[in-house]
């Protein structure tokens, strides 16, 4: 898909902050998941709320 094709050509900054990357990998989760990967997409949920803070990623830990 477009979205698959898009992640792929663009990596994520490596001085981006824990919360961006948190992001970052939320999406690629979502990608994966509508690509049927479910396996895959669960690790990078479970990957993606261990870096999320819990303090600023409020709203996005309600939305993980």
Do not use: D, H
């Not at 990998?25 to 819990?54: D, G, H, P, T």
């Amino acid at each position: 898909t477009e979205a698959a094709n898009l992640i792929s050509i663009c990596p994520m900054p490596k001085e981006a902050s824990y919360n961006q990357q948190a992001r970052f990998i939320y999406y690629e989760a979502w990608v994966l998941a509508i690509q049927l990967n479910y396996a895959e997409a669960q690790a990078k949920v479970m990957l993606c709320l261990r870096q999320a803070s819990q303090v600023a990623g409020r709203q996005f830990w309600l939305q993980a």
